[in-house]
C-alpha cells in the first residue's frame, strides 16, 4: 500500500523532502511541512481512538479557512474516510438537510457555527475545531498505515439551482491539475498561495491541491476582508491570490486601496467575471488576472490570461493542456463559432458522481456543464450564462449575463443582476436589480436606453430596481431565487 497522490499523500511527500519549508499560515500558526506530516498523522489516530473515524466514514467539516480546516480535512483522508465540505453559507435546515443526505458519522465544526447546529440531530455527533490542538498532544500515536482503500473529499457544489449536490471527488489523477493549470498560469515551485477563495469549495480546495503539488506555502485568514487580506499578502510575500470575482471588486472599494507588488497572479473563479471588473483591476493591480471557468463536476474548463483579458474583457479564455471544450446544440452537434450552444467539457479531472447516486449528462466522454456559451472565431470562449437562467422573452432567447455585461459598462453601477420575471404577454419579461456605486446616480430610462443601443430590442430590461446590494452566497454567486421577493 502507497499513500500515492492527493491532499496527505502530497504533503507527505513535501515534509520527506523539505520538512522545514512552511506549509501554512494562518492568524495564529506557521505550520511547517515536518510540523504538519506529524500533527496529521497524530489527529487521524485521535480521531479513530477517540471518535471511531473508520474507513468510508463520511465526516462533516463546517469551517471556515484555518490551518486546523487543513490538518482535520488531512486526517480524514489519511484514515480512508471521506471529507464532506460543508459550505458555511447554508441555512440551519440546509446544513441539516446535508448532514441527513450525506449520512454524517461525525461532524467537525468551528464554534463560530454553533448556532447552525440547531436543526442537525443531536445523536449526530460533532467536534469543535478548538479541541484539535488537544486532541494531537494526548494523541495514542503518529504512526500511520495507508488504508486499503485511499480517502476521499466530497465537495458540495453551491445549490444555485436546487439543493447542494455532493460531488464525490477521489485523489485528482496524479499531476494532471498543475500540469493543466501550469499550461496557462505561471505557477513556480515554492510558490506563496493566499487563498480567499473558501476551502469548502471546489475552488478553494483546488488551490490547497495546487499548493502541495507545488511545495508551496498556503497563506489563510479565516474570513476574506480587503485590507487585512492585502495586509498578510504583503507581510507573506504572497506571488498569488486566489479569489472569487466579488473579492476583486471589494478590493478595488478598499478605503487607501493597498498595493500588491509580490502578487504576480491573481487567479479568479466561481462566478462570471465581468469585463469591465476585469478591466478595472487590471488598471489598479497590473496585468496579473487570470479567469477559470469551471464547475465542481468538471473542475476547469477553461482559463483566460490578462492578455486575453485586454482585447476580451469578458472572456473565459482556452481550455488549458488535458482539456477539451465542445459547444453542442440541443441535438448535440457541433457548433460553429459565435452560436450560442451548450458547454461540454472533457478532461482527466472529472467528478467520479455525485454521492446521491444522480448523474450528470454526458456526450462521449464529455460532460455537460450546464451552462451556455460560444467560441469567438479565434477560439476564445465566452460563457452566456446557466441553461436554467435562460430567458425566453416574446419567443426569444436571452441570456442575463450578455444583458449583465452591458449594463456593468455604466461607471455608476456596482453590481447587476438580470432575471425573467413572469409576464402574461410574454411568457417572461426581463428584469433588473442594479447597486450602485455610493454616492451616484442614474435612472431607470438611463440604464433601458443604454441596452438598447447596444442589444437587441428584447434585451433590454422591463423592469429595474436599485438595490443596496446583491443577495450572494458563500463563493459571491449571486442567488437569483433571492432578487424575488417571497
Ligand atoms: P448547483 O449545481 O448546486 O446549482 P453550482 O453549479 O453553482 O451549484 P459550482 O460547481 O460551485 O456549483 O459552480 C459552477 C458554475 O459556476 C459553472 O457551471 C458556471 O455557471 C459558474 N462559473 C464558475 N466559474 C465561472 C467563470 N469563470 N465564468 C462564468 N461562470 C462561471
Redesign the pocket.
Same mark, same amino acid.
Given at each position: 500500500r502507497r499513500w500515492g497522490f492527493g491532499v496527505f499523500g502530497e504533503m507527505r511527500s513535501a515534509a520527506a523532502r523539505d520538512p522545514g519549508r512552511v506549509a501554512i499560515h494562518d492568524e495564529h500558526r506557521t505550520v511547517t511541512y515536518g510540523e504538519l506530516d506529524l500533527r496529521v498523522r497524530r489527529l487521524a489516530n485521535a480521531l479513530r481512538a477517540g471518535h471511531g473515524v473508520r474507513p468510508g466514514d463520511r465526516v462533516g467539516l463546517l469551517c471556515e479557512n484555518s490551518a486546523a480546516m487543513i490538518e482535520s480535512l488531512m486526517a480524514v483522508v489519511a484514515l480512508g474516510a471521506q471529507a464532506v465540505l460543508v459550505n458555511t453559507g447554508l441555512g440551519n435546515a440546509q446544513i441539516e438537510a446535508v448532514a441527513h443526505d450525506q449520512s454524517l458519522s461525525l461532524l467537525l465544526h468551528d464554534d463560530t457555527f454553533l448556532g447552525m447546529l440547531a436543526a442537525v440531530p443531536p445523536n449526530l455527533p460533532r467536534l469543535s475545531t478548538e479541541r484539535i490542538d488537544g486532541l494531537i498532544v494526548r494523541s495514542p500515536s503518529a504512526d500511520l498505515d495507508p488504508p486499503a482503500e485511499p480517502g476521499s473529499i466530497v465537495v458540495l457544489? +453551491? &445549490?444555485?439551482? &436546487?439543493a447542494?449536490?455532493g460531488a464525490r471527488r477521489r485523489n485528482p489523477a496524479g499531476l494532471a491539475p498543475l500540469a493543466s493549470v501550469v499550461s496557462r498560469i505561471p505557477l513556480n515551485a515554492g510558490e506563496r498561495m493566499f487563498v480567499a477563495a473558501p476551502l469548502f469549495?471546489?475552488w478553494g480546495l483546488a488551490a490547497l491541491q495546487l499548493c502541495l503539488a507545488l511545495r508551496g506555502t498556503i497563506v489563510l485568514t479565516r474570513r476574506f476582508a480587503p485590507a487585512s487580506t492585502l495586509a498578510a499578502v504583503n507581510a507573506h510575500g504572497c506571488t498569488s491570490l486566489f479569489a472569487v470575482p466579488v473579492m476583486l471588486q471589494r478590493m478595488l472599494e478598499a478605503p487607501g486601496a493597498v498595493a500588491a507588488p509580490t502578487l504576480k497572479v491573481v487567479a479568479v +473563479? &466561481? +462566478? %462570471?467575471?465581468t469585463g469591465p471588473l476585469a478591466t478595472r483591476f487590471m488598471d489598479a493591480y497590473g496585468d496579473v488576472l487570470y479567469?477559470?471557468?469551471? +464547475? $465542481?463536476?468538471a473542475s476547469w474548463a477553461s482559463i483566460a490570461v490578462p492578455k486575453e483579458l485586454r482585447s476580451a474583457p469578458g472572456t %473565459?479564455g482556452r481550455p488549458p493542456h488535458g482539456t477539451r471544450v465542445a459547444i453542442l446544440s440541443d441535438r448535440g452537434a457541433k457548433l460553429p463559432p459565435n452560436e450560442v450552444g451548450r458547454i461540454f467539457v472533457g478532461n482527466d479531472m472529472l467528478f467520479e458522481g455525485y454521492t446521491n447516486g444522480t448523474g450528470r449528462e454526458y456526450h462521449g466522454d464529455l460532460i455537460a $456543464?450546464?451552462?451556455v456559451g460560444h467560441l469567438s472565431a479565434d477560439g476564445l470562449l465566452f460563457?452566456d450564462g446557466?441553461e436554467d437562467d435562460m430567458v425566453i422573452s416574446g419567443g426569444e432567447n436571452v441570456y442575463p449575463a450578455a444583458v449583465e455585461d452591458v449594463i456593468a459598462e455604466l461607471p455608476q453601477v456596482r453590481e447587476v443582476a438580470v432575471a425573467g420575471v413572469l409576464d402574461e404577454e410574454f411568457g417572461q419579461r426581463l428584469a433588473a436589480w442594479i447597486a450602485l456605486h455610493p454616492g451616484e446616480r442614474v435612472d431607470a430610462d438611463a440604464v433601458r436606453e443604454y441596452v438598447r443601443h447596444r442589444l437587441a430590442r428584447f434585451s433590454v430590461p422591463r423592469d429595474v430596481y436599485f438595490v443596496t446590494a446583491l443577495p450572494r452566497n458563500a463563493?459571491g454567486?449571486v442567488v437569483r431565487r433571492q432578487l424575488f421577493p417571497s
Open positions: 457544489t +453551491s &445549490g444555485t439551482t &436546487g447542494p449536490k469549495h471546489t +473563479s &466561481g +462566478s %462570471a467575471l479567469n477559470l471557468y469551471g +464547475s $465542481t463536476e %473565459a $456543464t450546464g451552462d460563457v446557466r463563493t454567486k
